[in-house]
């Protein structure tokens, strides 16, 4: 196997160029999820259902998936800080016509070019991977992780705040003045890597199928963490809907929490030290397990904020700690091809999370809160099921590069 630390081709990856992707995947992300608190606002302005503005979310999700399957592969075979400072400029341009939205179909494509655009965090992720020491690998990916995920739960937050006191669009236009300020410190601050896939674009996406049929690991944390991801979405979509019906609360205290779930996002950072110690597949059956639990917790909690709060807390430490582990996992398998396999994954994942979504609104309109939380539970206890199941195949810890 290649040397995967040669100063030449992998700079250092220093406290420096760590916090910038960490500060940077964190505020990127968080474009794919201001919209989760403003459904009902959005709804509001432009006189329509929950279930239509619902595609607000889903087409953002499917977005950031089909950005991450036709871009995410081109940083084996391009430089990737050069992609990256292209990509940024879409970024900006999908949160301005995102804010200037006139009608709800606008509104709803420009969500899917927004979710596209912001596909960033997965180019740093595998780079966080590439540049760091094989024995921290999972820490450095834990450090990214924590980031990431506390951009996910603090951008409900911070949209639900905004969208409160200003109106969803200020969200969107605030958002484009902090990504103007990001892509300058990536610009000034990231270092450049130089790709190793030597082929063209076709044989790169050709590849994607050669590693779908060769990585039996692979293929079992995709699924994985697409099953997690739809019950994470299922219950984010949806909570905003439960707080309003229920305690006649609005988009703010839906946004607090992810707060509330930012604890659960601290967990990240040690998970990523556990997967660089402890077996994999044990660390992924205690962490599925958490998110059964948390849905159970959902079902008994329909008129509980102190149950709702303790149910957020295990689900996103169980839904995080799943990734991580996955992430530790995939990462391992073939150094060279770490931006494809990343891919196959977060693509997977995502496609996860838009299903959820779906169900969750359609779920929503005909059973209300007891059809989502069934609904978790049954997709927890499948992951579950498949995650024993592979045993054999999957047991041990994954192979360092």
């Given at each position: 196997?290649?040397?995967?630390?040669?100063?030449?081709?992998h700079?250092e990856?220093?406290?420096?160029t760590?916090?910038?992707?960490?500060v940077?995947?964190g505020?990127?992300?968080?474009?794919?999820y201001?919209?989760?608190?403003?459904?009902?606002?959005?709804?509001?302005?432009?006189?329509?259902?929950r279930?239509?503005?619902?595609?607000?979310?889903?087409?953002?999700?499917?977005?950031?998936?089909?950005?991450?399957?036709?871009?995410?592969?081109?940083?084996?075979?391009?430089?990737?800080?050069?992609?990256?400072?292209?990509?940024?400029?879409?970024?900006?341009?999908?949160?301005?016509?995102?804010?200037?939205?006139?009608s709800?179909?606008?509104?709803v494509?420009?969500?899917?070019?927004?979710?596209a655009?912001?596909?960033?965090p997965?180019?740093?992720?595998?780079?966080?991977?590439?540049l760091?020491?094989?024995?921290?690998?999972g820490?450095?990916?834990?450090?990214?992780?924590?980031?990431?995920?506390?951009g996910i739960?603090?951008?409900?937050?911070?949209?639900?705040?905004?969208?409160?006191?200003f109106?969803?669009?200020?969200?969107?236009?605030?958002?484009?003045?902090?990504?103007?300020?990001?892509?300058?410190?990536?610009?000034?601050?990231?270092?450049?890597v130089?790709?190793?896939?030597?082929?063209?674009?076709?044989?790169?996406?050709i590849?994607?199928?050669?590693?779908?049929?060769?990585e039996?690991?692979?293929?079992?944390?995709?699924?994985?963490?697409?099953?997690?991801?739809?019950?994470?979405?299922?219950?984010?979509?949806?909570i905003?809907?439960?707080?309003k019906?229920?305690?006649?609360?609005?988009?703010?205290?839906?946004?607090?929490?992810?707060?509330?779930?930012?604890?659960?996002?601290?967990?990240?950072?040690?998970?990523g030290r556990?997967?660089?110690?402890?077996?994999a597949?044990?660390?992924?059956?205690?962490?599925?397990?958490l998110?059964?639990?948390?849905?159970?917790?959902?079902?008994?909690?329909?008129?509980?904020?102190?149950?709702?709060?303790i149910?957020?807390?295990?689900?996103?430490?169980g839904?995080q700690?799943t990734?991580?582990?996955?992430?530790?996992?995939?990462?391992?398998?073939k150094?060279?091809?770490?931006?494809?396999?990343?891919?196959?994954?977060?693509v997977?994942?995502?496609?996860?999370?838009?299903?959820?979504?779906s169900?969750?609104?359609?779920?929503?309109?005909?059973?209300?809160?007891?059809?989502?939380?069934?609904?978790?539970?049954?997709l927890?206890?499948?992951?579950?099921?498949?995650?024993?199941?592979?045993?054999?195949?999957?047991?041990?810890?994954?192979?360092?590069?």
């Open positions: 196997m290649q040397n995967s630390h040669n100063p030449k081709n700079p990856l220093t406290p420096l760590l916090w910038i992707m960490t940077a995947t505020l990127i992300v968080a474009n794919l201001y919209n989760q608190p403003l459904l009902d606002d959005m709804a509001n302005t432009f006189h329509t259902t279930a239509k503005v619902g595609q607000v979310s889903m087409l953002t999700q499917i977005g950031y998936a089909t950005g991450m399957f036709f871009l995410a592969p081109l940083a084996d075979m391009v430089k990737r800080k050069r992609l990256m400072m292209v990509v940024f400029a879409f970024i900006v341009l999908s949160l301005i016509i995102t804010a200037l939205s006139p709800i179909n606008i509104l494509a420009a969500s899917f070019f927004l979710g655009a912001s596909m960033i997965q180019l740093l992720v595998p780079m966080a991977a590439h760091a020491k094989p024995s921290e690998r820490k450095k990916i834990g450090v990214i992780m924590s980031g990431l995920l506390i739960l603090l951008s409900r937050t911070f949209s639900g705040y905004i969208g409160d006191y109106g969803w669009r200020a969200v969107y236009y605030i958002a484009a003045g902090i990504m103007l300020l990001m892509w300058l410190m990536i610009g000034l601050f990231l270092p450049e130089e790709p190793e896939y030597k082929g063209t674009y076709k044989k790169l996406m590849s994607l199928i050669d590693l779908v049929k060769n039996p690991k692979l293929r079992l944390a995709a699924l994985r963490g697409a099953l997690c991801f739809a019950c994470f979405s299922a219950f984010w979509t949806t905003v809907f439960l707080l019906q229920n305690f006649n609360m609005g988009s703010g205290v839906a946004g607090e929490f992810g707060l509330v779930g930012a604890f659960g996002a601290l967990a990240a950072g040690l998970m556990l997967s660089d110690k402890m077996d597949y044990k660390l992924s059956g205690f962490t599925l397990l998110i059964l639990v948390s849905f159970i917790i959902f079902y008994f909690s329909a008129y509980s904020i102190v149950g709702l709060v149910g957020v807390i295990i689900l996103d430490m839904v700690a990734h991580i582990s996955n992430q530790s996992i995939i990462f391992a398998l150094p060279e091809a770490r931006n494809r396999i990343n891919t196959i994954y977060m997977t994942y995502f496609i996860g999370g838009s299903i959820g979504t169900f969750a609104t359609q779920l929503w309109k005909n059973y209300q809160w007891t059809g989502v939380c069934i609904t978790g539970a049954t927890s206890i499948i992951t579950l099921i498949i995650h024993f199941a592979n045993h054999t195949r999957t047991s041990g810890k994954p192979a360092t590069a």
